[in-house]
């Protein structure tokens, strides 16, 4: 599972969630990178390379050649042209003779460097089929190829969605990814219904996640499976032989156990092998370099079981971390002193373990496109019987943050000069933090009376879960605690998390909503019914009488003013006791109505004015990653002395240098 939200709110803006200036920047890097179609290009620091033992660099070096060996893989699941289509349009970009000037060359270096960002010729996110700009004839007299290559670039009725998850529809059929071949919706559903029938029920495999679906010509249905000697065979022997190089260099004998059953799996395709090694992958906790590698998430079938190709390397941010221990450490004593009723409280709490990491390198479907948070494996008796690893990549949401700076989000949205100062000074470091007690302390808190069903409150769960976690968060990030433990530098710095998150809920978060449409997604219903709860029941009650929380009309434009800090949050604490009992007492009458009232419609007016002053400011909706390159220097003997990383390399110049060097064909 990904945790996108936070990627959503960052890439969106909502910069005073994220921006501020306490985040450490190493002078001089450039976060931002070019600009294309409605993608903003960025770059992510290493911090902390360098620094690594040269054991660890080493480890790194191979793991991320083999991340970057699965690209192809992942441009063929997308669907089953885009590599012709990759190689046909990076040979034309290379050797063009003509006019680069021109108005139909132009258009179709945008339409490459699209491709590359979507592996693909399908939107990354809305998975639409992208229009190509340039000239069908000028393509066609470029390039010389086939009709049926015309038909799919040009023809919107060809292969129009990557994934197609419209009711009543064959899904199987309409979706243009390529995980199934000849087979219908049906056959398909009946194949994997008949296979989990036959197979363990207390500890299934993760069926169908590494093959594709065929039927053959006499009209048998089989699974052609993605393995070294199989299909994709050429990238995953590559991968594999960069997992074997990696291997020596592997920081304890767990982590060298995980990467042989890694290997054996790719040999073989067996699923029992890859649970295995997802087993010995979530217990291998105590290495400071990880990696994931592999058939991982099914956002990209259908029917949501084949798996995409993806890889992340990275290592533990030790100065997160050590602030995540240290909120896990007195996971007891926020407990105790939670404005939660007693009996809803855990008398025994064990706060979740530090797991901020640093991104090395990104590969497959986290690349350039990438998530900010993961939570594997995806195996549900695995994470039930084993737990589960879920990380926030440190160096990816500060890249986010520090891109956002001067993106005219927060002078555009801020109430006054001095929510604008707090914001700047504190609001990065105080984001981090509300994630760090939202993670490590929210969602562990609390528990359910002893017959309450935990399905209780059906489609409001989520929502309300996340405000608990949130609301857990909000509460104690004003609490002396945070100044006690050197979490925060003093006593006001909790007021630029507050403007932050009340601003998003009550304003700024709906920029990612189509006008007239209401609020969905769990994460963002979570925010807006906070911020109008708080709005609502705060009328009156600042210490002077006047409102806690009020939205001013300023020359047409809306604002959130706070009036009394100490009080919203007294008014968290009293939402917080409640949604606890919600969720203890599973009340879904409860959890309906707040959601319901506070949590999914949006003001017409306010939303189409909150739309036109978020596109006056021209920010792109997308953002993506160009890698850092690592080059390793040996001696004589060939033995790695060292690797260095660096940052220079453009995008199209990243594109085309790993179609050359990690490409099979
Ligand atoms: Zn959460």
């Given at each position: 599972?990904?945790?996108?939200?936070?990627?959503l709110?960052?890439?969106?803006?909502?910069a005073?969630?994220s921006?501020?200036?306490?985040?450490?920047?190493?002078?001089?890097?450039?976060?931002?990178?070019?600009?294309?179609?409605?993608?903003?290009?960025?770059?992510?620091n290493?911090?902390?390379?360098?620094?690594?033992?040269?054991q660890?660099?080493?480890?790194?070096?191979?793991?991320?050649e083999?991340?970057l060996?699965g690209?192809?893989?992942l441009?063929?699941?997308?669907?089953?042209?885009n590599l012709e289509?990759?190689r046909?349009?990076e040979?034309l970009?290379?050797?063009?003779q003509?006019?680069?000037?021109?108005?139909?060359?132009?258009a179709?270096?945008?339409y490459?460097?699209?491709?590359w960002?979507s592996?693909?010729?399908?939107?990354?996110?809305?998975?639409?089929k992208?229009?190509?700009?340039?000239?069908?004839e000028?393509f066609?007299?470029e390039t010389?190829?086939s009709?049926?290559?015309?038909?799919?670039?040009f023809?919107?009725?060809?292969?129009p969605?990557r994934?197609n998850?419209?009711?009543?529809e064959?899904?199987?059929?309409?979706?243009?990814?390529?995980?199934y071949?000849?087979v219908?919706?049906?056959?398909?559903?009946?194949?994997?219904?008949?296979?989990?029938?036959?197979g363990?029920?207390?500890h299934?495999?993760?069926h169908?996640?590494?093959s594709?679906?065929?039927?053959?010509?006499?009209g048998v249905?089989?699974?052609?499976r993605?393995?070294?000697?199989?299909?994709y065979g050429?990238s995953?022997?590559?991968?594999?032989?960069?997992l074997?190089?990696?291997?020596?260099?592997?920081?304890?004998?767990?982590?060298?156990?995980?990467?042989?059953l890694?290997?054996s799996?790719?040999?073989t395709?067996?699923?029992h092998?890859?649970?295995q090694?997802?087993?010995?992958?979530?217990e291998?906790?105590?290495?400071?370099?990880?990696?994931?590698?592999?058939?991982t998430?099914?956002?990209?079938?259908?029917?949501?079981?084949?798996a995409?190709?993806?890889?992340?390397?990275?290592?533990?941010?030790l100065?997160?971390t050590k602030r995540?221990?240290q909120?896990s450490a007195?996971?007891?004593?926020?407990e105790?002193?939670?404005?939660?009723?007693?009996?809803?409280?855990?008398?025994?709490?064990?706060?979740?373990?530090?797991?901020v990491?640093?991104?090395?390198?990104l590969?497959?479907?986290?690349?350039?496109?990438?998530?900010i948070?993961?939570?594997?494996?995806?195996?549900?008796w695995?994470?039930?019987?084993?737990g589960?690893?879920?990380v926030?990549?440190?160096?990816?949401?500060?890249?986010?943050?520090?891109s956002?700076?001067?993106?005219?989000?927060l002078?555009?949205?801020?109430y006054?000069?001095?929510?604008?100062?707090l914001?700047?000074?504190y609001?990065?470091?105080?984001d981090?933090?509300h994630t760090?007690l939202?993670?490590c302390?929210?969602?562990g808190s609390?528990?359910?009376?002893?017959?309450?069903?935990?399905?209780a409150?059906?489609?409001?769960?989520?929502?309300?879960?996340?405000?608990?976690?949130?609301?857990?968060?909000?509460?104690?990030?004003?609490?002396?605690?945070?100044v006690?433990?050197?979490?925060?530098?003093?006593?006001?710095a909790?007021?630029?998390?507050?403007?932050?998150?009340?601003?998003?809920g009550?304003l700024?978060?709906?920029?990612r909503?189509?006008?007239g449409d209401?609020?969905e997604e769990?994460?963002m219903r979570?925010?807006a019914l906070i911020?109008?709860?708080a709005?609502?029941n705060?009328k009156?009650?600042?210490?002077d009488?006047?409102?806690?929380?009020?939205m001013v009309?300023?020359?047409?434009?809306?604002?959130?003013?706070?009036?009394?800090?100490?009080?919203?949050?007294?008014?968290?604490g009293?939402?917080?006791?409640?949604?606890q009992?919600?969720k203890?007492?599973?009340?879904?009458?409860?959890?309906?109505?707040l959601?319901?009232?506070?949590?999914?419609?949006?003001?017409?007016?306010l939303?189409k004015e909150?739309l036109?002053?978020y596109?006056?400011?021209?920010?792109?909706?997308?953002?993506g990653f160009?890698?850092?390159?690592y080059t390793?220097?040996?001696?004589?003997?060939?033995?790695?002395?060292?690797?260095?990383?660096?940052?220079?390399e453009?995008?199209?110049?990243q594109?085309?240098r790993?179609?050359?060097?990690?490409?099979?064909?």
């Amino acid at each position: 599972m990904r945790n996108l939200t936070k990627t959503l709110l960052f890439s969106s803006v909502i910069a005073l969630a994220s921006c501020g200036g306490s985040v450490k920047q190493e002078e001089g890097f450039n976060y931002i990178d070019e600009r294309f179609a409605d993608i903003q290009m960025l770059r992510y620091n290493v911090e902390g390379f360098d620094e690594l033992s040269l054991q660890q660099k080493t480890f790194i070096y191979h793991l991320q050649e083999a991340a970057l060996w699965g690209r192809d893989i992942l441009f063929d699941q997308n669907g089953r042209y885009n590599l012709e289509l990759r190689r046909m349009m990076e040979k034309l970009y290379q050797e063009y003779q003509g006019d680069r000037e021109s108005t139909d060359f132009k258009a179709f270096e945008t339409y490459l460097k699209r491709l590359w960002f979507s592996s693909g010729i399908h939107h990354h996110y809305g998975s639409e089929k992208f229009v190509p700009e340039f000239s069908k004839e000028w393509f066609a007299a470029e390039t010389g190829c086939s009709e049926e290559i015309l038909n799919v670039l040009f023809n919107p009725e060809v292969m129009p969605k990557r994934v197609n998850q419209a009711q009543g529809e064959d899904l199987v059929l309409t979706s243009a990814s390529n995980y199934y071949q000849g087979v219908t919706q049906a056959e398909a559903e009946a194949y994997y219904a008949r296979v989990k029938a036959e197979g363990d029920q207390q500890h299934p495999v993760m069926h169908g996640m590494n093959s594709t679906l065929v039927k053959s010509a006499d009209g048998v249905i089989y699974e052609d499976r993605w393995t070294t000697n199989g299909k994709y065979g050429k990238s995953l022997t590559k991968v594999v032989e960069n997992l074997k190089l990696a291997r020596p260099f592997a920081e304890d004998a767990k982590q060298q156990e995980v990467i042989d059953l890694l290997v054996s799996y790719y040999e073989t395709g067996d699923l029992h092998t890859f649970d295995q090694y997802t087993i010995a992958w979530v217990e291998n906790t105590d290495p400071l370099v990880d990696f994931v590698n592999g058939f991982t998430e099914s956002y990209g079938d259908p029917l949501g079981m084949k798996a995409s190709w993806e890889s992340i390397v990275n290592f533990k941010d030790l100065a997160a971390t050590k602030r995540a221990e240290q909120l896990s450490a007195n996971a007891q004593w926020f407990e105790v002193n939670s404005p939660v009723a007693p009996e809803f409280k855990k008398e025994k709490v064990k706060g979740v373990s530090a797991k901020v990491i640093r991104a090395a390198i990104l590969g497959g479907d986290l690349y350039p496109s990438t998530a900010i948070g993961i939570n594997l494996p995806n195996s549900n008796w695995v994470r039930a019987e084993h737990g589960s690893k879920s990380v926030t990549i440190a160096n990816l949401t500060q890249a986010y943050a520090e891109s956002s700076k001067g993106n005219g989000m927060l002078k555009e949205f801020v109430y006054g000069a001095e929510e604008e100062e707090l914001v700047k000074q504190y609001g990065a470091f105080t984001d981090d933090l509300h994630t760090d007690l939202h993670e490590c302390l929210g969602h562990g808190s609390g528990k359910l009376l002893p017959s309450v069903d935990p399905e209780a409150l059906k489609a409001y769960g989520s929502t309300i879960e996340e405000a608990r976690a949130d609301l857990f968060a909000l509460y104690y990030i004003a609490d002396d605690k945070m100044v006690e433990l050197g979490l925060l530098p003093n006593a006001d710095a909790y007021k630029a998390c507050y403007i932050g998150q009340m601003q998003n809920g009550l304003l700024t978060q709906i920029v990612r909503i189509k006008l007239g449409d209401q609020i969905e997604e769990a994460h963002m219903r979570n925010r807006a019914l906070i911020a109008y709860w708080a709005l609502e029941n705060g009328k009156g009650r600042a210490a002077d009488g006047k409102d806690v929380m009020e939205m001013v009309n300023r020359d047409g434009k809306t604002y959130v003013r706070i009036n009394d800090y100490a009080v919203l949050r007294t008014l968290f604490g009293e939402l917080l006791a409640e949604i606890q009992r919600i969720k203890s007492t599973g009340d879904f009458e409860a959890a309906r109505d707040l959601v319901e009232t506070y949590a999914v419609k949006i003001d017409y007016d306010l939303h189409k004015e909150i739309l036109a002053r978020y596109e006056a400011l021209d920010i792109a909706p997308y953002k993506g990653f160009i890698n850092p390159v690592y080059t390793p220097i040996k001696d004589a003997q060939g033995n790695i002395t060292d690797v260095v990383v660096s940052y220079t390399e453009g995008y199209a110049e990243q594109m085309l240098r790993y179609s050359k060097d990690y490409s099979v064909e």
